[in-house]
């Protein structure tokens, strides 16, 4: 992988990371009162968010993905920005070899990743 394709990756997760920390901290920079209420029933994002974490335990990058991408196509939420930046972070540390192994490439990262951008409107 070149240096300026990794390093570019990382800018975009940087950027993922930047708009979701906006949508969560006010403009004083405390978080909004209705972030600190703790749910004990699981949202669908935290269904979404085990499903992908299953798929990616066993290697099935490509099925986390498309998980993750419908459900993002479906509803922009700040929870499945932070979802996508972990699955984003996890994946790009994967060698060559594991995301071949995976049917994943460096590419698909980037073009999701600026795929998530738009729907977001993130800019990095």
Known sequence: MAAYEDDYIKKLIAAMGDTLAGALIGKNGDMDS???EIDIVLSEEDLVHFRIQKFL????VNMAENILLEAIEKKQSPKYL???KEFYDQINKYTEKQLEECNFSRQEIIEDLEHIQKL???NA
Request: charge should be neutral; hydrophobic fraction near 15%.
């Open 120 to 122: 977001y409107n993130c």
């Open 34 to 36: 209705e972030n600190k």
């Open 57 to 60: 335990r066993d290697r099935e």
């Open 82 to 84: 932070q979802i996508a």
